[in-house]
């Protein structure tokens, strides 16, 4: 039963559905992208409820904190009851906010933008990307 109890880090990130793979989940640690206090986590680092572990993945980062050990891959409804998301609300707010930034559509085959359409691209763009309280130009 000792033994059960044991679990490497990037096995119980790849069984709370943080990676895709347990390879991809080795690989984040070995390149340092898996941190605990600030310090890099080795893949064979030992998991134990109450540990707090930050990961990131491309520009996502996330702090969480091991609420309970899974040892086998299952459904993401049970998988999410064994960790606490507690990343800072800033940090997911600036993550979310790149997915819903305005695109401009043109018609399929309407070639280049011309020199007037690629200033009304950016009167657009701009007026959505200025800071509130930031003066304009």
Avoid at 89 to 100: C, G, N, P, R, W
Avoid at 102 to 115: I, L, S, Y
């Amino acid at each position: 039963m000792a033994e059960q109890e044991k679990l490497r880090i990037d096995k119980y990130l790849w069984a709370i559905r943080l990676f895709k793979t347990r390879t991809n989940a080795t690989e984040a640690c070995r390149a340092g992208r898996v941190k605990q206090n600030g310090q890099n986590v080795k893949p064979s680092a030992i998991v134990k409820p109450g540990d707090i572990y930050q990961v990131s993945k491309g520009i996502e980062k996330k702090v969480i904190e091991v609420l309970e050990l899974l040892h086998q891959r299952t459904e993401y409804k049970i998988a999410v009851t064994k960790y606490k998301d507690i990343t800072p609300l800033e940090d997911t707010i600036a993550y979310k906010s790149v997915f819903h930034a305005p695109v401009m559509k043109r018609d399929r085959g309407a070639g280049r933008p011309t020199k007037r359409d690629r200033r009304e691209i950016d009167e657009h763009t701009d007026n959505f990307f200025e800071k509130e309280g930031d003066p304009g130009d």
